[in-house]
């Protein structure tokens, strides 16, 4: 695989936002790989990377055919490594699900070995999958951010851009967590709206939470994929604020049956995979 000449060009040939015609028996080619390292380059991220994490895909249309053609269902989790060099855009990967909607497979196994299979070679890294009974669904909490929430301060906001003239601080240090419920932004490739909550946990320099709340409303009118967003928070943040510890957590809501929640880090390891309330 081959690193694409530049991020538009992966637009031009993406089936994000063009007709396409559903393919139900299992076709790995649909899966369309794009570069991170082009949007990276935009927001200064340097190798070795500032941070650790992953991307969390939470998939709740996943189906095939056992051995005898009856149907088998199941949710499937995918854990993709920020180290990979390509992130999965988000259409082909559901046209790819559905790809296995007419497909016999001897057993589940089989099927985890083939989304590992072909996610590992899409993102070029280590992908782990793991599949999800409907009875098993207990599994799957529904909880709420931990932290301070920055959703009843009542700020004027003018600001649908992104902004980072809000991002202010104090002399103060503090370890704190914050969280905000109205993130928003638009999809590269559609413009269909993304709607989101994001988690915020550092150690530094008080961080003005009035400037903050109003930085991530200024997300509003932005136009990038979930990785990137949450990419561009954390740089933004460490550039502007200079936490000597950050962590980043975007959850998106659903679209296509398929929710993206990209965690960024640079001292805590990955977060439990919890739904808020709107996924």
């Known amino acids: 695989m081959t690193e694409n000449s530049s991020f538009a060009v992966d637009l031009i040939h993406s089936p994000l936002g063009k007709p396409f015609r559903y393919i139900s028996h299992y076709s790995p080619e649909l899966l369309f790989p794009i570069a991170r390292q082009s949007k990276r380059d935009e927001i200064n991220v340097t190798s070795p990377l500032p941070f650790h994490g992953a991307d969390l895909w939470n998939a709740y249309e996943l189906s095939w055919l056992n051995s005898k053609g009856k149907p088998e269902i199941a949710i ?31 057993d589940r196994s089989n099927v985890k070995q083939a989304l590992k299979r072909d996610l590992c070679f899409a993102t070029g890294g280590n992908v782990h999958v793991n599949l999800i009974s409907p009875h098993d669904c207990k599994s799957i909490k529904t909880a709420d951010f931990k932290g301070i929430c920055l959703d ?11 902004n980072t003239t809000h991002l202010i601080t104090s002399s103060s240090t503090v370890t704190e967590t914050l969280y905000s419920h109205l993130l928003k932004s638009n999809c590269a490739g559609t413009g269909q709206p993304d709607w989101g909550s994001v988690f915020i946990s550092y150690h530094g320099e008080k961080i003005d939470h009035a400037g903050l709340l109003r930085y991530i409303i200024s997300f509003r009118e932005h136009t990038e994929f979930n990785e990137q967003c949450a990419e561009r928070i954390f740089m933004d943040i460490t550039k502007h604020c200079r936490p000597k510890q950050l962590s980043v957590y975007a959850r998106y809501t659903r679209r296509g049956g398929l929710d993206t929640n990209p965690f960024r880090s640079n001292f805590e390891t990955m977060p439990v995979n919890e739904r808020l309330a709107r996924q």
Do not use: G
Not at 83 to 91: A, F, Q, R
């Open 76 to 106: 499937a989790e995918f854990t993709i490594p920020c180290e990979t060099p390509y992130i999965v855009e988000s259409k082909s990967l559901k046209l790819y699900l559905n790809s296995f909607n007419h497909t016999r497979f001897n």
């Open 152 to 162: 009843d301060l009542d700020v004027e906001c003018t600001d649908y851009h992104v």
